[in-house]
């Protein structure tokens, strides 16, 4: 195996054209360039250099070597800047997934302020629901994923592979229109999800309202959905206009106006954990850790 250091004893040699010259250019002893060329003849398993009394040339071999030694050096030093640079947040990419509601309040202040700290540190972002970002991350898809899980809710264990950070707690809440019987309640600031069993509802998915259906059956109800929408904007606009009730995510309802509707405290609560996901190699790069930290720190203004 060639190595760097023999590759620029080498160079050295050949264009002061002896050990002691390429030594004091190099700021190392005579024998200890010796010693690194035989070691390097050794390794490439022919002389490359021919010594005739005072005079030193390369041979065929060695006038290849230093040829190909430019290049190779070369790249390497651009390699260790580069590098260099990465390990130094001067450079470096981030390709972060979220779900929607943290894409829109979470993850603007945390972007904005890594790009003030490291403006060479570029981050991407793409949208999706977990369990879908998890698995984009354990794909190799994303270097962070922004996800969430209920309390009490099954699978946590599915996360036992990644290092999780802790972000915030998020409560639902339950979305009224203003005109409602319980909106006029002067002191109604919260509200059993079971008196809301005989309203029609706004809700998601399919496969996102699972939460939303399972709190409504243990109160006792399935809900009657008329309308299905994964947009938050167009669930608050359904139910300022009089068409429904909804159980949102606090985060959710601060991330759009919520004209014409009211929001009560859902009783029991129901909470979800906010966490940012990534992989145990990907914690070490410092891209990665500054984005964490950037997320950690916007949560903590988003409590206060």
Do not use: N
């Not at 060329?37 to 490439?44: D, P």
């Not at 972000?167 to 999800?193: K, N, Y």
């Not at 606009?237 to 309802?253: E, S, T």
């Amino acid at each position: 195996m060639i190595e760097a250091r023999h590759l620029r004893v080498l160079r050295a040699v050949a264009a002061t054209g002896s050990f002691s010259a390429a030594g004091r250019e190099l700021g190392c002893t005579q024998p200890a360039v010796s010693q690194q060329m035989k070691a390097l003849e050794t390794s490439v398993g022919t002389p490359l250099l021919i010594r005739s009394g005072r005079e030193m040339r390369l041979t065929q071999a060695g006038e290849a070597l230093v040829r190909h030694a430019a290049g190779i050096l070369a790249g390497l030093t651009a390699a260790e800047e580069e590098v260099a640079a990465i390990a130094g947040l001067r450079a470096g990419r981030v390709r972060l997934v979220s779900f929607p509601s943290g894409s829109s309040t979470l993850v603007p202040a945390a972007l904005a302020a890594l790009r003030a700290e490291h403006p060479g540190t570029r981050v991407s972002l793409e949208e999706a629901e977990p369990p879908r970002s998890v698995e984009l991350l354990r794909e190799g898809d994303c270097d962070v994923a922004l996800a969430f899980r209920y309390e009490g809710a099954a699978g946590a264990e599915e996360w036992d592979d990644l290092v999780v950070r802790p972000l915030l707690t998020d409560r639902l809440v339950a979305l009224v229109p203003e005109r409602h019987r319980l909106a006029r309640t002067a002191s109604a600031e919260s509200v059993a999800i079971g008196e809301l069993a005989a309203e029609p509802w706004i809700a998601g998915c399919p496969r996102c309202r699972g939460q939303l259906v399972e709190v409504c059956e243990a109160a006792g109800f399935t809900p009657r959905i008329d309308f299905a929408t994964d947009d938050y904007p167009a669930v608050v606009g359904l139910v300022g206009a009089g068409l429904g009730v909804a159980v949102l995510p606090q985060l959710a309802v601060e991330s759009v106006r919520p004209r014409g509707a009211r929001t009560l405290t859902l009783e029991p609560p129901v909470r979800r954990e906010i966490v940012a996901l990534t992989l145990p190699d990907l914690a070490q790069v410092p891209a990665v850790a500054a984005t964490l930290d950037q997320l950690a720190r916007a949560a903590d203004r988003s409590r206060g």
